[in-house]
């Protein structure tokens, strides 16, 4: 054979190379994709304990965060089945019900909270599409108004910067987190003194509860003296890879720790909800949709 001929064939075996795994990424591709759309369409409930010598009694509270629209069956039926099966004192709400980018509307928020609201007791607590959506007027009008005017006319708990009593021995707090750091891959430090410019104190005589969207600041949450914190906002890390890890966050973090699940700082906790839904990037993989269910247990009993 001469050496045109040998180029030839090299030429010919890469080429063939290269088709083959062409072609095993495509169905690798393809196979991937039909695992996440079945995902997404999945529910899941993790279950939680968490015990205080604060507590006077036990409670079950369910979290939600992330929704970002998606649906769980006409009406959310599958949805609220699910949060029934738990049978909850009252649902706590994390914020990113809805999706606020070019558009944003508020309906299926609304209707799911009219729904939730005539079962359970309900606090909010806003996300960053929330607040997207109460700050940009310029873009979106009345909308954040008439959210706010909704929540409020079915009786809601809506918790900008604000505390309420939920029951006796229980304080739960909503905070607001500004723009700068939901920035994409922004190194921003939140500190203590911005917990207590926004809300004041925490409240040491009660189980302080706080609903903080996003769980990246779990050490000023903890030195603000939050006995629990509720996040969300990672989505579970679009792909949850081996041991827990994310491979990516909204906000453009690779392989990050804590994307879901509970974790501990100085004694204080915080349980990562994973997401109920998607947005822009529209992948779950090793990562379904979940719902949290929180058992509060007075300790020593």
Known sequence: MDIASMRKENGLRTKRAWLKIAALAGVGGALAWAESERERNSLTIAHYTVTSHKLKGDRTLVFLSDLHDCRFGEKQKRLLAAIESVQPDAVLIGGDMMTVKKKAEIRSTCALCRQLTERWPVCYAEGNHEARLFRDRKHYGTLGAELKAALFEMGVILLRDRSALLFRDLRVTGLCITENFYKKCSRERMKKAYLDAHVG?????????????????????????????????????????????????????????????????????????????????????????????????????
């Open 201 to 301: 104190r925490a409240d040491s005589g009660h189980f302080q509860l706080l609903l903080a969207h996003s769980p990246a600041f779990h050490e000023a949450y903890a030195a603000w003296g939050a006995d629990l914190t509720l996040s969300g906002h990672f989505h579970g890390g679009t792909i949850c890879l081996p041991g827990g890890i994310g491979l990516m966050t909204p906000q453009i973090g690779f392989f990050q720790k804590n994307v879901r699940g509970i974790h501990e700082r100085w004694g204080k906790l915080m349980i990562v909800s994973p997401g109920l839904g998607t947005h822009s990037v529209n992948v779950r993989i090793n990562n379904r949709p979940q719902i949290v269910a929180v058992h509060l247990k007075r300790a020593g009993v």
